[in-house]
């Protein structure tokens, strides 16, 4: 009798639900109320993390800071898609795999660092307007990067000075901070308005049209 692969099934722990599959988990869903930054974890009952599924983390709007740990080898569509907070990710070195659309609508997303080579990308990761101020960081002397990763500017890890790779936030030291951006997760351009407004009207509007903008460029 030949025996086959033992067969997934679906398990909670903490803010995570998680499937499990010849021991290795892959993270479902992240409760969409986790709020704040996030370093993911490595390990869930007994089991190596290895993979974000397509959606885990999508629409957790109060996510500020994802830090993915060095087990997991593949992230999948729309993995964080619409985090309207999240302004940074850092992505372990062992990472093959990043999903069509994976880190697509999260408006504030400008910095993501790696900590290895470039993975393969599906269509779309930094898709929509709002992700077309991210920049890629890589450490320094890596090879297979080039100017641009996923449509959007790469630069390497440098402490100035020195060849010594360097980057913020993951365990080396710091590269000069980028000039504050004011982040306004709805759209901006009932701004323009001429005059002011009643307060109930404005409202109304900005709502509406941050709706209307957020359906057409993300399918929503």
């Known amino acids: 009798m030949t025996l086959g692969a033992r067969p997934s099934y679906a398990l909670t722990n903490g803010c995570y639900t998680y499937t499990v599959a010849d021991n290795n988990v892959t993270i479902t869903k992240l409760d969409s109320s986790y709020s704040g930054a996030l370093s993911i974890a490595n390990a869930l009952g007994g089991c190596p993390v290895t993979g974000i599924g397509d959606w885990a983390v999508s629409d957790c709007t ?40 994976a880190f697509s609508c999260c408006d504030c997303l400008t910095e993501v660092y790696f900590k290895g080579a470039p993975p393969k990308t599906g269509d779309g990761v930094f898709e929509s307007s709002h992700t077309s101020h991210v920049t890629v960081y890589y450490p320094a002397g890596t090879p297979g990067w080039e100017a641009r990763f996923a449509d959007r500017p790469a630069a390497p ?64």
Do not use: M
Not at 67 to 94: H, M, Q, Y
């Open 157 to 220: 890890w440098q402490t100035p000075g020195s060849t010594e790779t360097s980057a913020v936030r993951v365990g080396l030291a710091d590269r000069p901070a980028a000039p504050p951006r004011i982040c306004h997760p709805w759209s901006r351009w009932w701004l323009v308005l001429p005059v002011p407004v009643p307060f109930g009207c404005w409202w109304y509007f900005r709502k509406s049209s941050r709706r209307y903008q957020r359906r057409r460029e993300c399918g929503r």
């Open 62 to 101: 109060n996510l500020t800071d994802v830090t993915v740990p060095d087990s997991v080898t593949d992230i999948g569509n729309s993995a964080f898609r619409s985090c309207d907070r999240l302004s940074k990710v850092t992505i372990p070195g062992g990472i093959a795999n990043i999903g069509s659309r």
